[in-house]
């Protein structure tokens, strides 16, 4: 990932990772960051 405008939720992907994916026909997605749940 590039960016990301907060407002819009839109991600831009690297040019480099854009190449990638098209190279191998894939689509990126993101996902929310991983939070670890512990309990007590």
Same mark, same amino acid.
């Given at each position: 990932?590039?960016?990301? @405008? $907060?407002?819009? #939720?839109?991600v831009?992907?690297?040019?480099?990772? @854009? $190449?990638?994916? #098209?190279?191998?026909r894939?689509?990126?997605?993101?996902? $929310?960051p991983? #939070?670890?749940?512990?309990?007590?």
């Open positions: 990932m590039d960016r990301q @405008d $907060a407002a819009t #939720r839109e831009v992907f690297s040019a480099f990772l @854009d $190449a990638f994916a #098209r190279h191998w894939v689509q990126p997605r993101t996902r $929310a991983y #939070r670890a749940r512990t309990t007590n």
